[in-house]
């Protein structure tokens, strides 16, 4: 049981280079999202999904994409990367929230820093 | 709007002492707290959380929260500190929507 992993650990692009972080999870939670942290900004989240088919805006939803094609992927496109996107990111999966066993399992992160 | 607020951006304890991380949120009803801790370089971990019921929460690793409705807290505690306890410590509220909110964490530092 791998739990949620994300590849890769960290990145450098220059800045309109496009790219796409992988997460992947085991175990067969219905919910997944992204996050970013920033400096004294705590997590910030960006796009999540409900199920395989399913996703939907965080607060700081511009300049990424997601998709949900399988309950176990979901990976985070940036489409033209630009320096303000310099910034750790997290994908986390759950059991549906509001629930009396919610957690948000997390992945190890990916460091990426754009030129 | 739910929002947390954690008013220590640092805390600095000695070893074998005692801790408390504030944390204080709003939110419209009785909100699902959580207290989730990052070592450094790693992603984060639930330490303990909070539905309903019993106000004092026990979690992982000997820490302890208890939520107080009156004063809108959700304090971490500890009684003894140890080194492996330095990290960052982020309190987060939902109100049972998929867009948690999360403190902009408190970062421990613990002195031999």
């Known amino acids: 049981n791998a739990g949620v992993t994300q590849t890769p650990k960290f990145q450098v692009l220059k800045t309109g280079q496009s790219m796409t972080l992988q997460c992947a999870q085991d175990?067969?939670?219905?919910?997944m999202s992204w996050y970013r942290q920033d400096p004294g900004m705590g997590l910030r989240l960006i796009h999540y999904?409900?199920?395989?088919?399913?996703?939907d805006q965080g607060e700081v939803p511009n300049g990424y994409n997601v998709s949900r094609s399988t309950t176990e992927d979901f990976p985070l496109r940036l489409l033209s990367a630009a320096p303000s996107q310099t910034s750790v990111y997290f994908c986390?999966?759950?059991?549906?929230?509001?629930?009396?066993?919610?957690?948000?399992?997390f992945g190890p992160g990916t460091r990426l820093t754009v030129l | 709007a739910q929002s947390v607020t954690q008013p220590d951006i640092h805390i600095t304890v000695s070893e074998g002492a005692s801790l408390e991380l504030r944390c204080n949120y709003s939110?419209?009803?009785?909100?699902?707290l959580f207290w989730y801790v990052q070592s450094p370089g790693q992603g984060l971990q639930l330490l303990l959380k909070?539905?309903?019921?019993?106000?004092l929460v026990q979690g992982i690793k000997g820490f302890e929260a208890e939520f107080k409705r009156s004063q809108s807290s959700f304090n971490l505690r500890k009684p003894s500190v140890h080194w492996s306890d330095a990290a960052e410590y982020f309190c987060?509220?939902?109100?049972?929507?998929?867009?948690?909110?999360f403190g902009r964490g408190t970062s421990l530092i613990v002195h031999p």
């Open positions: 987060v509220v939902s109100g049972g929507s998929y867009i948690p909110t």
């Open positions: 986390a999966s759950s059991t549906p929230p509001g629930g009396i066993y919610n957690e948000q399992f």
């Open positions: 909070y539905f309903s019921g019993d106000t």
């Open positions: 939110y419209g009803a009785t909100p699902y």
């Open positions: 175990m067969n939670h219905e919910y």
């Open positions: 999904s409900v199920g395989a088919g399913i996703t």
